[in-house]
């Protein structure tokens, strides 16, 4: 399709095409909101979104007559529909490859927003978003305490992440998310004291070390003693990332040891303990900016002047440990700084540097985006006002060609005015707005999928969306959009051949345990009988036979002898009868002495006073000497 004029292909553009997302409802624009739209625009009605179409200063909405441009020299915005005043009464169809290449033609900007797709969603908001370098991954952390990790080559159309981890096992809040310049690990940082480590599959590689909080200098801690903020990998050093807290400190740190490699303390304007809310790297990696909850912005190099372990500590230090040698460097003079930035108390939750390290974009929750000059680093050059900001890690993103700068808006009290903005980078203007249901937390615009992702959530929701156009972007959400899970087979039938061999059945196992094969004897009736007791049985009887017992013995016994005991004579004589009369050894001692044996005989006298006395009962003892009492 040849480009006419550019009423020509607006009007052809307004009659036949609307670029409404399949799917999605109407929402009503937010009061933060209408001061972007002209009259015509708020006339319109409500729709998924709208594309501003903007040619040598001049804005034009398509299908609409051409008006003057506002002053601000803001592009004028306008709603895309068909057959109506509102998107709710016209067809809502995607443009044709015809249509793409003439708005493609038409917009300077060439933002991929064709078409988008939405990952799996978060409990809560979504609060961070990191794509490695490659394109082939991506992370997303919510405020539930989890971290989602995609793949695009592996996943499908349902967008599901194949690995789900808890950095701090779900208390803490995810704050910021940051893949290594090889892709093969990642940050986490959460508002626990300590940043995690992990590799590219989401296997933990270790922690940050914990400071002392006793310690009153917080430059002679070995870590962080209060909730991270904030972190982010080097672009160009695997070794080495940066973390920032609301300690009041921004950390370098060494990933190999995960120790950390140099403290930096921000200056502050009055004595008291400043938390840090957000830091970053220049493109080089050999500058960081911090943004602190004083309003201040503070650029900072990562060399510094070395010192001892305890000196300056309020806590007396152990002799060793003074003597011992830091191992870390610190650095408490800012090389740049901007007072009053931002107003106090409102939390600076995004910082982003361009490519040539000139210029720098600041996002905080006093609901603007300033533009600042590095080179005159005293005021901004552009403040953009009436950016609600209700979220702390709300930040800023640059486009691939440096052109733009994005950031998204919160929704209001009523839950509408959630947006996308697009800011040029050299009128500083707003030139496209994309809105959302949902208050938009992060963003990140991908350099080599050419892609946008959208984080956005409420209190019990969360979710990331991905823009792109098959135009324009490569890869990444393109690769499984047209993948479908493999279906199930309803008959459940399994086509694969198997071979069965018959010495693994069960029924040619002998190797039983002993209690399978106890079970297996007592199903045998020949095993289970029991041989005949005979006539009598152990123990009680039973089953109409006697019982053999000691008790039961005796009783035969005396019934058998009629309580009659046989009269056996002298005892002496019937024990003689064993011996055959020989002497045994006792009465060897006495064949000198007594050869004939005399013994004692019986005398029923004595035998009956041993009996009276068994019959008179104990004897008496003395309670006092323990003696027998004498009768």
Known sequence: MERGSEGSVGQSTSESVSVARKGSSPIERSPSLRSWMTSSDRSAGAGSYFVQQQSKGQARAVGEPAEAPRAGGEGDGMWRREGGSSLEGGEVRRPSAEVEGAEADLDPYLIPKAREAVLEKHLKTVSA????????????????????????????????????????????????????????????????????????????????????????????????????????????????????????????????????????????????????????????????????????????????????????????????????????????????????????????????????????????????????????????????????????????????????????????????????????????????????????????WHPKLNQIFVGMGEKTYGETHILYDPALSTRGAMVCAGKTAQARDPLGLNAKAVIYAPNALPMFQENWSKKRAREKELKDPMKTKRPDPGKYLAGRGREGKVGVSETALLTQHLLKTKGKLKELGDPREALEKYTDGKSGIVLKAYQETQPKPIFQDYDSEDEEADEGEEQAGPRKVDPQTGMYISK
């Open 129 to 444: 978003i990191s794509v490695d370098r490659s394109g082939s991954r991506v992370i997303t952390g919510a405020n539930d305490g989890q971290v989602n990790i995609y793949d695009f080559e592996g996943m499908k159309k349902d967008m599901k992440a194949f690995r789900k981890v808890s950095p701090s096992d779900g208390q803490h809040q995810v704050k910021s998310l940051s893949w290594s310049p090889t892709g093969d690990c990642f940050l986490a940082v959460t508002t626990s004291a300590q940043a995690k480590v992990f590799d590219r599959d989401g296997r933990d590689l270790g922690e940050c070390v914990r400071g002392d909080m006793y310690l009153h200098d917080v430059r002679q801690t070995k870590g962080h003693t209060a909730g991270l903020t904030c972190g982010e990998w080097h672009p160009q050093d695997r070794d080495q990332c940066v973390t920032c807290s609301e300690d009041g400190t921004v950390r370098i740190w060494d990933i190999t040891n995960l120790a950390q490699k140099a403290v930096i303390k921000p200056s502050l304007g009055k004595p008291g303990r400043v938390a840090a809310t957000c830091c970053t790297y220049n493109g080089t990696g050999s500058l960081i900016a911090g943004g602190m909850m004083d309003g201040t912005i503070q650029l900072w190099s990562a060399a510094g002047k070395v010192g001892q372990a305890a000196k300056g500590a309020k806590v007396p230090a152990w002799k060793l440990k003074v003597q011992e040698k830091q191992r870390w460097t610190y650095n408490s003079r800012p090389g740049q700084l901007a007072r009053g930035a931002h107003e106090a108390d409102a939390e600076i939750t995004g910082l982003c540097f361009s490519e040539d390290g000139h210029m720098l974009f600041s996002r905080s929750g006093d609901e603007t985006l300033k533009v600042w000059d590095l080179r005159n680093f005293k005021k901004p050059l552009k403040v953009f006002e009436d950016l609600p900001c209700n979220y702390s890690t709300t930040g800023c993103a640059l486009s691939p060609d440096q052109q733009l700068v994005l950031t998204g808006v919160s929704c209001n009290q009523s839950g509408e005015g959630g947006g996308l903005l697009f800011f040029d980078t050299s009128s500083l203007d707003l030139v496209r707005t994309i809105p959302f249901a949902r208050s938009v937390t992060a963003v990140q």
